[in-house]
């Protein structure tokens, strides 16, 4: 008489659980990948653009995937039920690979910051400044707080 197997009902709920999750990521996976394609097409367009504003509102989406991603890598990452099991090895490649976009992405914004600097005192350095900023310190002049209400600067400008 051969034993039978029985498995533990527990055990059945966890992996149905697990089936359901395998199933969300694996479509989670096929979605980013298709968006991932998408944005590539995209920087084929936009990168033959001479429009500004579409370059800048391209560079704030940009920014807005970056932060919504950044929101659910995070979320992600604090589930203990998702990091509990995740062996040591994919920690560390995991670290590594963020560590070496963190890095790409700060020197990115240095670049960008010190171009930056540079045209502004190119600017400074000319008998004139560009009609957008005379009407932009002229209405910031007309609209200013009373002495007592005045703050510092704002970072930018």
């Known amino acids: ?15 149905e659980h697990i089936d359901g999750l395998i199933k969300r990521l694996e479509r989670w996976v096929s979605d980013q990948k298709r ?7 995209f920087g084929q367009y936009i990168s033959n653009t ?3 504003l579409s370059l800048l509102y391209s560079a704030q989406a940009m920014l807005m995937y970056i932060e919504r991603t950044l929101k659910d890598f995070e979320s992600w990452l604090n ?6 099991i ?3 090895e994919m920690l ?3 670290e590594e690979r963020l560590r070496k976009i963190v890095i790409d992405f700060v020197k990115l914004d240095i670049d960008h910051t010190s171009k930056y600097t540079e045209l502004l005192k190119k600017i400074s350095s000319e008998p004139t400044v560009p009609e957008i900023l005379k009407l932009y310190f002229e209405h910031k002049m007309a609209h200013a707080p009373r002495e007592s209400e005045r703050r510092e600067m704002p970072r930018f400008l």
């Open 35 to 41: 968006f991932v394609s998408e944005l590539e097409k």
């Open 86 to 88: 995740m062996p040591l």
């Open 79 to 84: 589930n203990p039920v998702i990091t509990s």
């Open 50 to 52: 001479d429009d500004r």
């Open 92 to 94: 560390k490649e995991l």
């Open 1 to 15: 008489m051969g034993m039978s197997f029985i498995e533990d009902p527990k055990v059945r709920l966890i992996k």
